[in-house]
């Protein structure tokens, strides 16, 4: 089965901090993507990356980073957290160019403070 | 603008009810057409898909789906719920290179 981890389930900051979201799938995938889901909104993409060192700015990079150094972990940075950063942030990869199902981490749900 | 539209954010089904939750896309081309659904406190998964042929797609525990090219229409349905199936489900589409386009949700509240 394809797993993808996130390194925290509950997570909570201050404002002003740096933080460090991390993602493992453990299949090989070249795309890598990370959303936030916020009620009434669905999940926004905020940015994906689709291969080593690559990365493309989603509907919503404002205030993110991303960091993709190895094939299997996709990081998202939050460079100086602010509480409307407070949400749930899911990770999600595919296997290949042109396949559009995507496999979901369990989520991080980050409240900032 | 590319947009999917679930029209209801909560809906209530009794326990054995036939269950149908709508959702409609707005792309230039056909997209390609998912259904997620995401339990509490979880990460979403996959419950069918839908990329071309026949319009009626068989998916996860139960799950069916039509697509409708008039429509532009990708209803999810379920003959009879379970109270397992409480939870809340995404269509999603995507119309190329990778950029997939979620609907806001529909909560499922199954009651006894």
């Known amino acids: 089965d394809v797993k993808v981890t996130q390194s925290s389930r509950y997570l909570v900051k201050r404002t002003g901090e740096k933080v460090f979201l991390e993602c493992v799938q453990d299949?090989?995938?070249?795309?890598m993507f990370w959303y936030r889901q916020d009620p009434g909104l669905g999940l926004r993409l905020i940015y994906f990356?689709?291969?080593?060192?690559?990365?493309e700015k989603g509907d919503i990079p404002e205030g993110y980073s991303v960091s993709r150094e190895k094939k299997e972990r996709f990081s998202l940075i939050l460079e100086s957290a602010s509480t409307n950063q407070t949400s749930m942030y899911l990770c999600?990869?595919?296997?290949?160019?042109?396949?559009?199902?995507?496999?979901f981490g369990p989520g991080t749900r980050l409240t900032v403070t | 603008a590319q947009s999917v539209t679930q029209p209801d954010i909560h809906i209530t089904v009794s326990e054995g009810a036939s269950l149908e939750l709508r959702c409609n896309y707005s792309?230039?081309?056909?997209?390609?057409l998912f259904w997620y659904v995401q339990s509490p406190g979880q990460g979403l998964q996959l419950l069918l898909k839908?990329?071309?042929?026949?319009?009626l797609v068989q998916g996860i525990k139960g799950f069916e789906a039509e697509f409708k090219r008039s429509q532009s229409s990708f209803n999810l349905r379920k003959p009879s719920v379970h109270w397992s199936d409480a939870a809340e489900y995404f269509c999603?589409?995507?119309?190329?290179?990778?950029?997939?386009?979620f609907g806001i949700g529909t909560k499922l509240q199954v009651i006894p």
């Open positions: 999600a990869s595919t296997p290949a160019l042109h396949t559009y199902e995507q496999y």
């Open positions: 299949m090989d995938h070249e795309n």
């Open positions: 990356s689709y291969d080593v060192k690559m990365k």
């Open positions: 792309y230039g081309a056909t997209p390609y």
């Open positions: 839908y990329f071309s042929g026949d319009t």
């Open positions: 999603a589409a995507s119309g190329g290179y990778q950029k997939v386009t």
